[in-house]
């Protein structure tokens, strides 16, 4: 983890002007993700323990929290000047 905590909308609006057009962030609701793993045909058994683990990942204080310290390697604004500028170069974006 970096040394400095980002929200997914703030992540959102780093990638909007790395890229070039805008990016938005949407929380879904549980129930909307597992119909959509449903949907795509994953097991029962999978979409429980996918839902688990989002679960998991958006809870601060859970197992999968980790502090922030300002000798974490890699803080996310740098992330996106150093990764994101050298994979936009080699891509492009098509608009659905």
């Known amino acids: 983890m970096g040394p400095e905590n980002v929200t997914p909308r703030e992540v959102a609006v780093l990638l909007s002007n790395a890229l ?3 990016i938005r962030y949407e929380r879904l609701a549980l ?3 597992n119909d ?3 949907s795509a045909g994953f097991t029962e058994t ?3 323990e996918l839902l688990d683990l989002f679960v998991a990942l958006s809870d601060p ?3 999968y929290a980790t ?3 300002p000798e ?3 803080p996310v604004r740098r992330f996106r000047a150093d990764k994101i ?3 936009v170069s080699r891509c492009r974006v098509v608009e659905q």
């Open 72 to 74: 974490a390697p890699y």
């Open 61 to 63: 204080n859970g197992a």
């Open 20 to 22: 070039g057009h805008p």
């Open 36 to 38: 959509q793993l449903r």
């Open 85 to 87: 500028g050298s994979v």
């Open 67 to 69: 502090p922030r310290t």
């Open 46 to 48: 999978v979409q429980q």
């Open 31 to 33: 129930e909307t993700v």
